[in-house]
C-alpha cells in the first residue's frame, strides 16, 4: 500500500470532505479525523460536508458531527437532499412528485412547495433514492407512471450501489432501486442528482471566498468523490478508510488519478506541520 501513497506539502484554500468513509464510519469518527478538523479550524480554513446519502437532512448530519466531537453548523452541510430539491425548483417547479425515499427527502420537498403523489396518472417524476421501505407496491406505483401511463420520467437522488457499514459490511443504495425501475419500464434514469455530478460542488462551494482550482475535494469513493473533483479541475485526496482500496488507485490510468492517496485523513496535515507540532505517526 507505501507505493500508492502520497500527502500534500501545503494546505489549501477550502477543503470539501465527504463524510461516510472519510470522516466517520458508522457512529465512530475515523483515525485523525479530528486532528484534522481542528487544525483546518485553528487556521481557519473553509470547510463543507458532501452527503450522498439522502436519509439524513442536513440538520441530522450537523448534529451528527457534532455529538462526535466535530461541532458543525448546518450550513456546512450539502447532501442529495439539498441538491435534489434545488435542481427541481429550477428546473421543473411545478412537477408532481413520486419519491421512493426515505422521509428526510420527502419532508424537503414538501417544504420546497412540491406536490407528492402515489398516482400514477397524476406523476411527472420518479425519484428513486436510497429507501429501506422499498417494495414491490413502489416499483409497481413507478412501472405504471412511467411505462404504462407514457407521462412520468426517472431521476435518482445518487449513484451509489452500496452503503458502507463498520466491519466492511454494507447494505444497497439508490442505484439497487433505480436499476429496478430501469429494467421494468425499459427507461433510463434522465438525471443522476449526486456525486459525481458537478451540482454537488456548486451547491457547496457557494459563497465560499475560494477558488474550486485551489481547494480540495476529499472522500473515500473513486466512481463519486474523486471523479467529481475531476470533472471540476479540482485537487482531491482519497483515503483510504471506505470503499477504495490501493489495489483500485493502482488499476487507474494516470489521468483518472487522485491528487493525493492517504490511509487516514489527517495525513492531509502538511508533515513539517507534524514535526513543527511535535506529532507522531501513532500520536
Not at 61 to 85: Q, R, S
Not at 150 to 157: G, K, P, V, Y
Not at 162 to 186: N, S, Y
Not at 230 to 246: D, F
Request: aromatic share 8%.
Amino acid at each position: 500500500m507505501t507505493d500508492v501513497l502520497h500527502r500534500p506539502d501545503r494546505f489549501y484554500d477550502a477543503y470539501v470532505f465527504d463524510m461516510d468513509g472519510t470522516i466517520f464510519l458508522g457512529d465512530q469518527l475515523l483515525p485523525g479525523a479530528a486532528r484534522l478538523i481542528g487544525e483546518l479550524r485553528r487556521r481557519e480554513i473553509p470547510i463543507r460536508y458532501l452527503s450522498n446519502n439522502p436519509t439524513k437532512d442536513p440538520e441530522m448530519y450537523a448534529a451528527k458531527l457534532t455529538a462526535l466531537g466535530l461541532p458543525t453548523p448546518v450550513d456546512e452541510i450539502a447532501n442529495t437532499i439539498v441538491t435534489t430539491t434545488k435542481w427541481l425548483q429550477l428546473n421543473h417547479p411545478d412537477a408532481v412528485l413520486f419519491p421512493i425515499s426515505e422521509e428526510p427527502l420527502k419532508r424537503a420537498l414538501r417544504a420546497a412547495g412540491f406536490t407528492l403523489s402515489e398516482d400514477p396518472e397524476q406523476i411527472d417524476i420518479v425519484i428513486a433514492s436510497y429507501d429501506r421501505g422499498f417494495d414491490y407496491r413502489k416499483l409497481q406505483i413507478a412501472f405504471d407512471a412511467i411505462w404504462f401511463h407514457q407521462r412520468a420520467f426517472l431521476i435518482e437522488t445518487n449513484p451509489d450501489r452500496f452503503c458502507p457499514f463498520p466491519g466492511g459490511r454494507g447494505e444497497p443504495d439508490c442505484a439497487a432501486i433505480t436499476a429496478a425501475i430501469e429494467a421494468c419500464t425499459r427507461t433510463r434514469c434522465a438525471k443522476s442528482l449526486g456525486k459525481p455530478d458537478p451540482i454537488m460542488l456548486q451547491v457547496t462551494m457557494a459563497g465560499l471566498d475560494a477558488r474550486v482550482e485551489n481547494s480540495m475535494m476529499v472522500g473515500d469513493r473513486l466512481q463519486t468523490d474523486i471523479q467529481m473533483a475531476l470533472e471540476a479541475s479540482m485537487s482531491s485526496g482519497l483515503v483510504l478508510t471506505g470503499e477504495a482500496t490501493a489495489d483500485d488507485v493502482q488499476a487507474l490510468e494516470p489521468d483518472r488519478a487522485p491528487t493525493y492517496v492517504l490511509d487516514r485523513v489527517d495525513r492531509l496535515i502538511p508533515a513539517r506541520v507534524w514535526d513543527e507540532l511535535g506529532w507522531t505517526e501513532h500520536s
